[in-house]
C-alpha cells in the first residue's frame, strides 16, 4: 500500500451540516476501497487564488491514508462527479524523505485534532 494525500475543496455555500455531509462521503468511499484513513485536517474556509466556477471562497479539507493504485482511480472518479467539490488534488508519496514527511504531517493533523481548544479563563477585576 502506497502514502497519499488527498486534498479537496467544497463550494462555500453549504452550511456546516451540508459540508461534513460531504466529507463523510469522501471518507466512506475511503472505507469501500479498503483505504486506511490516517489522519483528516479541516482546514476551514479559505480564499481561493483565483475564481474557481464563480467561487471566491472554499472549504479545505485533506486526507491522508494508504491504498492501492487502484483505489485512487475510484476515488478521484467520486470525487469528479461530486457536483460540491470545484477543486481536487492526490498526492502520492514514493521516496523514504517523502515517506517520512508523510508521517510529519500525519502525526501533526493527529495532534491538532487530539488538541482541545482551550476555553478562555474567565477575567476578574478587582475594582
Known amino acids: 500500500m502506497n502514502c497519499y494525500e488527498t486534498l479537496f475543496v467544497v463550494k462555500p455555500t453549504l452550511t456546516e451540516e451540508e459540508t461534513a ?3 463523510a462521503k469522501i ?3 475511503l472505507a469501500k476501497v479498503d483505504a486506511e484513513l490516517l489522519a483528516t485536517d479541516d482546514m476551514g474556509m479559505r480564499k481561493l487564488a483565483y475564481p474557481v466556477q464563480k467561487n471566491d471562497r ?3 479539507t485533506v486526507l491522508f491514508y494508504k491504498a492501492n493504485g487502484e483505489a485512487i482511480a475510484e476515488i478521484e472518479r467520486n470525487l469528479k462527479i461530486n457536483e460540491e467539490v470545484i477543486k481536487f488534488l492526490t498526492v502520492k508519496y514514493v521516496k523514504n ?3 517520512a514527511q508523510f508521517d510529519k504531517l500525519v502525526a501533526a493533523a493527529n495532534k ?3 488538541a482541545e481548544p482551550a476555553e478562555p479563563k474567565a477575567e476578574t477585576t478587582e475594582a
Open 21 to 23: 455531509a460531504e466529507i
Open 27 to 29: 471518507k466512506d468511499v
Open 58 to 60: 472554499g472549504y479545505y
Open 97 to 99: 524523505k517523502e515517506i
Open 112 to 114: 491538532s485534532k487530539d
